[in-house]
């Protein structure tokens, strides 16, 4: 199985949920034995709302409140439900590759939607009672916070 790398390009996008437009990235388009098209499994990013604070580099400590759904729009999971934020550090392989990928360069106080390809998220593995094996995800994520070595 080969992979294939493109550059990321911004393009406006409609958010059908919101009914604003923001931008949207596609990353690398991961192939996959043909039981779907390319596109459909690629990491895609939309901005909502782009931060102006701190930017999400590399093994960045993150604070986020988030809502995973599945693509049929059933939510699995959400901190604002916990009513405590998320932490976690990005890059480190402690997350799902789609965020540690899809949250580079997110600034504090943006707010971003991944869409993030099973590939990407959990792959064969079923989690939980919701995620079942190769589903695709979708996060809304607020980033609260960032702090890096620097700090």
């Not at 406006?12 to 990353?27: F, I």
């Not at 409140?65 to 934020?85: A, I, M, N, Q, V």
């Not at 099973?118 to 064969?124: I, M, S, T």
Request: glycine letters at 12%.
């Amino acid at each position: 199985m080969s992979r294939r790398n493109e550059p990321m390009a911004a393009v406006p996008a409609r958010d059908p949920n919101k009914g604003g437009v923001g931008l949207s990235y596609h990353a690398a388009q991961i192939p996959r034995n043909g039981q779907q098209s390319a596109m459909s499994l690629a990491l895609e990013i939309t901005d909502l709302t782009v931060g102006e604070g701190k930017a999400v580099v590399k093994g960045a400590l993150i604070s986020a409140h988030y809502t995973g759904w599945l693509e049929d729009g059933t939510k699995f999971d959400s901190s604002h439900d916990r009513g405590k934020p998320f932490q976690c550090v990005i890059g480190s392989g402690r997350v799902i590759k789609g965020w540690d990928q899809g949250l580079i360069g997110m600034k504090v106080g943006g707010k971003r939607k991944l869409f993030v390809p099973a590939p990407l998220a959990y792959g064969e593995r079923q989690m939980g009672p919701l995620i079942k094996p190769n589903s695709n995800l979708v996060f809304e994520i607020e980033l609260l916070d960032v702090l890096t070595r620097d700090d």
